[in-house]
């Protein structure tokens, strides 16, 4: 089964609503990451988390980290057009100096105008 | 600063035939990770390096090799492409001691026919 679970597995919004992605993990979270692919791109980094209850925002995009829960979700307030594409969440889960990355299956994201 | 480049940008190879995808990074990072991303299956670690002259497998190595002659180069070999190598193929770097976040390259699209 996978370790990094990302959910929904795809998502179709009307321009102007708010939206959430989830991404769970099954081991202890030393770090999440949430990076968007446009089709045909590359991995474009958005933020990192690293302590329980941190929160970080950029623009209108808020990603959170549960410790607890083992969970990070990503939250969009008043999605546009260019909010669409591919979101992956990966994450760190060794705490000692293992530098690689597990990675969810990702979230499509269509913004309709 | 050009980031993680990436050449080819698109390549068909026929069964059999070998190529090398060849990564660049000009931000002095010592981590690089060589990825491929099918439809519906998230990102596969293929091979990594912690530094000049040490590398490492990922999760589907077969079939690849790499080297890392250079802090700043990350070439992955295919010697005998099978239809199972087509692919996107990402390249990334990371400097832990400033974070873990991965920094990707465009990315390389592989078919093998």
């Known amino acids: 089964s996978q370790e990094l679970e990302q959910s929904p597995q795809s998502l179709i919004v009307q321009e102007g609503k708010n939206l959430t992605i989830n991404c769970t993990s099954s081991?202890?979270?030393?770090?999440l990451y949430w990076y968007k692919q446009k089709y045909g791109e590359g991995l474009i980094f958005l933020m990192m988390?690293?302590?329980g209850g941190e929160e970080k925002s950029h623009e209108k995009i808020t990603a959170k980290l549960d410790e607890k829960k083992q969970q990070s979700s990503l939250h969009i307030t008043a999605s546009q057009p260019s909010h669409a594409g591919i979101y992956l969440c990966?994450?760190?889960?060794?705490?000692?100096?293992?530098?690689?990355?597990?990675w969810g299956l990702g979230t499509s994201l269509a913004v309709n105008p | 600063n050009a980031g993680v480049t990436q050449t080819p940008k698109f390549r068909i190879l026929k069964i059999g035939q070998s190529m090398t995808l060849q990564c660049t990074q000009d931000?002095?990072?010592?981590?690089m990770y060589w990825y491929r991303q099918d439809p519906g299956m998230g990102l596969k670690l293929i091979y990594y390096?912690?530094?000049?002259?040490?590398?490492d497998k990922g999760e589907v190595p077969n079939g690849y090799n790499v080297s890392r002659s250079t802090t700043e180069d990350f070439p992955l070999r295919l010697e005998l492409a099978a239809p199972s190598q087509t692919s996107v193929y990402f390249c990334a770097s990371s400097y832990p001691p400033r974070g873990n976040e991965q920094f990707f390259g465009p990315g390389t699209r592989l078919t093998v026919l």
């Open positions: 931000m002095n990072h010592n981590y």
């Open positions: 988390l690293q302590k």
């Open positions: 390096s912690v530094g000049a002259g040490i590398t």
């Open positions: 990966g994450a760190d889960i060794s705490a000692g100096n293992n530098r690689k990355l597990i």
């Open positions: 081991k202890t979270l030393y770090g």
